[in-house]
């Protein structure tokens, strides 16, 4: 059927854009109202837009970027340590979430989770004499990000800790993330109780040799491969890793049974915690996406956006075209479902380096794929489905690999442009764990929120302001 | 909003059921209709239908037999061997898929698989020794179902094979399933070569026996909560098992890392062979399912279908108030996709117990919840909701623990009503593999298949005359 046809087959519809006066108008008189979700580019952005289309560079800047993101292939190679790993990291360089934060402005989850690693690493006897010393300033704080390195939620990486190394199979790239330690009461969430402690410990001297040796033992394990598998069983690669975490167990198994060289209460141990954590692949998620965002930074004039973080007081984003520099705009709060008696009163702001997922076409991108998740972080499955469905109106591309059965294998929107979220008014939509406020609560829930508009407007300016 | 309101609120629409004359003529004129896919009950039922509803009955019946379906919990607790776990089965007894047939009748695919047993069971020399000996009469057929057993394609089960023991964890039903080949050139596709007899010596000498040990050694495997969780994930039971594969790696892996007691690499093996094999769980999963359809038979007036099977010549079907008669029509063929050069004119009529799943509220009653599959069976992801859709017009009940969550986590379609059947002309919805009807062929494709609407007619007519 034709267009036309289309037309002349159906009853006529008034299409309405902008303010709602008119079709409530036209819709109290009884007739059909199409209401166009269209809003006037944000006035503050009107001259930059004007600006970045006269110069004319910035749509092949964006395809040069997307493609450069498009084009890594993540494989999990090996798990080193953070110390060995990061160059020039010393005994009192924490990495954390999101763009740069001091002490003084962090949240009160990132207060917990430094003071967590700070009793881990043996920098602090108790957590007040770990908060006193982090006050004076006796550790160095540093974004994962500024690194090749991401971490969800607090996202503290300190020198102890095993990471996981993800190169490039298609270039030269290399990207780095913690492991994951479970929900509840863990370090990222900003818990630090003996038990939070204990894990770590068990996490650097068991885990992350364990995994290491079953990964050389075996060879790479292709992400980007088993993250496309998973999201036809149900993933996004943000909030619900179930399938992508089964899927690595497959992979990895094998060499628990038979390659990894430790006893073997370890390898059963190493097996039954990743069983025991659906969350187990969010970082190394994560980690494959850091690779495709920093291979599509640097590109003079491109408005796609590389990077959308918290530390759980501000949200910040990074442009291609803008080199270093972050955009922020204060953390918003996340609309969540809360754990046991916990309350929205009892939250912290958005908080962690997992809106890397997002960036890349995953997480609240790809909720189509993942219709359970809306049991974990709320709404209902056909909204899922429209909060994809609203990311291609302001993303570069359909990701090629990752596909959407329901969609008909639809490609997930990725690469978002922030002169098309600056123009439409849509908002990247995130979901996300949620973190109690006060430091040593941990979880307390998940949610959906979206990216605070400031930070593309700022960053859309900054960009005009790089043409010459 | 009240279903007044809908009227009031929305433009009229036209209802037309029955023949198209009238929606047509109306279409024609502009106006909008809506079309009910009605059918007056199928004419040969009219009197038995009539009857079925003034002896009152069958409402009960029913809903007895389906809450019996629905209460079963089941357990995988051990494997064992073909002849010590079936009383009276000869060294040539045969188990096959479907309903009786014997060798003159048989299919294909069933000559095939019956050629490979014999070979497997050294029964014969090569095939055509084994062909002429089943010619005679030297090994007696008999139907899995008849035998609280279920098997997949052909279903052949021979005396030396390992056979899954599945409990019910809250009564005292037992049903069995052989372990799955794999795809492609396998037995229950028709296949006998030399690597097909290899596999099954592997199976019985290392698989069976280790997976036993492992079982043993970590207690049974809840299959409805893996059933369950793999819904969430894409699965729908029957001809997509990769989630349900996976969760229950997970949940042997840690007992094949320590606690079977076999060689590191037997258990490696097994390991491997599981990873490498997606419909693995497909007989367990069906094995599951026999637990329940047994569960729901016996009961005096129900029109409630408790199995459906075909073995490559006939469809058959039982309902619980028929007690242990068949109701028999042709094996349709398949509309399916097809594997490299195989087209239709290869493909064996409609064959296997895995119908089933079906019977259950799984496979083509559920394929709302597993859209990939249909990169497998053909068909397009919306087509695979509106499937999982209609077979609600002819179900006793949603499955409280079986959800789909892309239908905002609404229980399959579960508990076929024969006389529903027969009331609307809906046919139960199939999706299944397809056999080369050469026997050692093995498989050709996949695809979707309608059950015949005769077994149905034969089947009510037949519980109308148990009346009294």
Not at 276 to 289: K, S, T
Not at 359 to 386: D, E, K, N, Q, S
Not at 389 to 407: R, S
Not at 424 to 431: A, D, R, S, Y
């Amino acid at each position: 059927m034709t267009h036309l046809n289309d037309l002349l087959d159906n009853e006529p519809v008034v299409a309405a854009a902008g303010t709602d006066m008119l079709a409530d108008s036209i819709e109290q008189q009884g007739a059909a109202v199409a209401r166009a979700d269209w809003r006037p580019p944000h006035p503050d952005t009107a001259a930059a837009l004007a600006r970045l289309t006269a110069d004319g560079r910035m749509v092949d800047a964006n395809n040069t970027a997307i493609q450069r993101l498009l084009a890594v292939r993540p494989h999990l190679v090996d798990v080193g340590v953070a110390r060995d790993v990061f160059p020039g990291m010393s005994d009192r360089t924490f990495f954390h979430a999101g763009p740069p934060i001091e002490w003084e402005r962090a949240s009160g989850p990132m207060r917990g989770a430094i003071i967590g690693a700070m009793l881990y690493e043996g920098l602090a006897t108790d957590p007040e004499d770990a908060a006193l010393k982090a006050t004076r300033g006796e550790v160095e704080l540093s974004p994962c990000h500024h690194h090749g390195a991401v971490g969800p939620m607090a996202g503290v990486t300190s020198p102890s800790m095993p990471v996981a190394v993800i190169e490039d199979g298609a270039g030269e790239g290399v990207s780095y993330s913690t492991l994951n330690e479970g929900l509840g009461k863990v370090l990222r969430y900003g818990a630090f109780a003996p038990e939070v402690i204990e894990r770590l410990q068990w996490i650097d001297r068991v885990l992350g040799p364990v995994l290491g040796s079953a990964l050389r033992s075996r060879g790479p394990i292709d992400l980007q491969a088993l993250i496309a598998q998973a999201l036809q069983m149900g993933d996004d690669g943000h909030n619900r890793n179930r399938a992508v975490t089964s899927l690595f167990l497959r992979e990895i198994g094998g060499a628990l049974v038979d390659g990894a060289d430790a006893p073997t209460d370890q390898r059963l141990d190493v097996f039954k915690f990743i069983d025991g954590n659906d969350h187990f692949m969010l970082n190394l998620v994560m980690a494959a996406g850091k690779l495709g965002s920093d291979a599509a930074a640097g590109v003079p004039a491109s408005s796609l956006v590389t990077v959308m973080a918290r530390n759980g007081t501000d949200f910040g984003i990074r442009l291609s075209g803008t080199g270093d520099a972050w955009f922020t705009a204060p953390a918003p709060p996340v609309d969540g479902l809360y754990l046991g008696s916990f309350t929205e009163e009892d939250a912290s702001p958005d908080i962690g380096d997992s809106t890397i997922t997002e960036t890349v076409g995953l997480g609240g991108f790809a909720m189509a794929a993942a219709p359970a998740i809306v049991g974990f972080v709320g709404g209902t499955a056909a909204g899922a489905v429209r909060r994809t469905l609203a990311m291609y109106e302001i993303t570069l591309e359909e990701h090629p690999a990752y596909q959407i059965p329901m969609l008909e294998f639809r490609g997930t929107p990725v690469g978002i442009d922030a002169a098309r979220v600056v123009r439409t008014g849509v908002l990247p939509q995130i979901n996300t764990g949620v973190a109690g406020k006060v430091p040593g609560t941990g979880m307390v829930g998940a949610g959906l929120v979206e990216a605070p508009i400031e930070c593309f407007v700022d960053g859309i300016n900054a960009l005009a302001e790089t043409l010459q």
